[in-house]
């Protein structure tokens, strides 16, 4: 699944990419990353903290949400033990990440925003979740690619502000988390093009270990 807000984008790339990471620096420990001609950098430094944390508050951490409002976890990981979803709060706009110990029967808060509908935002909207077991979880959409190890107490984000990635989970090596990085849909790179990228879980960012680029 594909979101994507290119065409909305596209018109303010500057103003809403670069504000946004500046934004995010004053709070951060980590620098957001930059937009870059190279198709695949060779690490992906990502920052401490969601770019929209802080619009609205969250539910504390494993607070209880409501069975009425299990219909608004509009997206999940693969069935599990332990499921990772995405919950839109009363149907609205806001995006959270929800945790289920229980294969998805009762869902509980685990973590800050991830997304709202200001504008320019909608690059934020997750659009795929893969869990990596109980503790850890990536979620992305075609620009931002965020992180939790320790089952969403605190979370870690890249932005790619050309908004042009399809991100999926890749064959996994030694319990590592590994992610695949390819051309959208709407990319001009060649399809073929991708990268395998790991997580280094102690210096928040991803490595690219591998990658395939067709010749021009």
């Known amino acids: 699944m594909e979101l994507s807000m290119k065409n909305v984008l596209r018109a303010i790339p500057a103003l809403v990419v670069s504000g946004v990471a500046v934004a995010s620096f004053a709070a951060s420990d980590a620098p957001a990353a930059a937009t870059t001609s190279v198709p695949f950098p060779a690490v992906l430094?990502?920052?401490?903290?969601?770019?929209?944390a802080n619009v609205v508050r969250p539910l504390p951490?494993?607070?209880?949400?409501?069975?009425?409002?299990?219909?608004?976890?509009?997206?999940?990981s693969a069935?599990?033990?332990?499921?990772?979803?995405?919950?839109k709060q009363d149907g609205g706009p806001g995006e959270f990440a929800v945790r289920s110990t229980n294969g998805g029967l009762r869902w509980r808060a685990a973590g800050s925003m991830l997304a709202t509908d200001w504008a320019g935002g909608s690059i934020f909207y997750i659009g795929r979740v893969m869990s990596f077991g109980a503790s850890a979880v990536v979620m992305v959409s075609n620009a931002v690619i965020d992180v939790s190890t320790d089952a969403g107490h605190q979370w870690y984000q890249y932005v790619n502000g050309a908004d042009t990635w399809s991100i999926t989970q890749a064959p996994q090596s030694s319990g590592e988390i590994r992610i695949?990085?390819?051309?959208?849909?709407?990319?001009?790179?060649?399809?073929?093009?991708?990268?395998?990228?790991?997580?280094d879980v102690a210096r928040h960012r991803w490595l690219r270990v591998s990658q395939s680029v067709a010749k021009t």
């Open 61 to 76: 951490w494993g607070t209880l949400i409501p069975t009425s409002q299990a219909k608004w976890v509009v997206l999940h």
């Open 79 to 87: 069935k599990s033990p332990v499921e990772w979803g995405v919950w």
């Open 180 to 199: 695949q990085v390819a051309p959208a849909s709407y990319s001009t790179l060649p399809k073929s093009d991708h990268a395998i990228y790991r997580l």
């Open 45 to 52: 430094p990502m920052q401490h903290g969601l770019t929209e």
